[in-house]
């Protein structure tokens, strides 16, 4: 079994910045594809931005050029920098990953959730 486990989420200013995380743990042979989805009330849920495990990334139009995803593969983590924060980001960002365990089979996990509020 695998565990994802978000952090870093919160209530922001317009124009501000949050850097979210998101750490796997568990039974990890090797961690392929990793995302951020985010689904606001009311809304479905939307991939946000992705990052293929040789660092290819890409990225929903509304957050090109103000959201960044890294990884660091030595610490199983996957980041997500959020700058130039609009009230329109407001949502549960939830991170997802493709993940090989012991058996090298591959499975699809989820985390719990951080929510980010852009509010003034």
């Known amino acids: 079994q695998v565990q994802l486990v978000e952090s870093g989420g919160g209530l922001v200013q317009p124009g501000g910045s949050l850097r979210l995380s998101c750490a796997a743990s568990?039974?990890?042979?090797?961690?392929?594809?990793m995302a951020w989805y985010r689904q606001a009330p009311g809304k479905q849920r939307e991939l946000v931005a992705r990052?293929?495990?040789?660092?290819?990334?890409n990225y929903a139009d509304s957050v090109k050029g103000r959201f960044t995803i890294s990884r660091d593969n030595a610490k199983n983590t996957v980041y997500l920098q959020t700058n130039s924060l609009k009230p329109e980001d407001t949502a549960v960002y939830y991170c997802?990953?493709?993940?090989?365990?012991?058996?090298?089979?591959?499975?699809?996990?989820w985390g719990q959730g951080t929510q980010v509020t852009v509010s003034s």
């Open positions: 990052i293929t495990s040789g660092g290819s990334t």
């Open positions: 997802h990953g493709y993940i090989r365990e012991l058996d090298h089979k591959e499975y699809s996990y």
């Open positions: 568990g039974s990890i042979f090797s961690i392929n594809a």
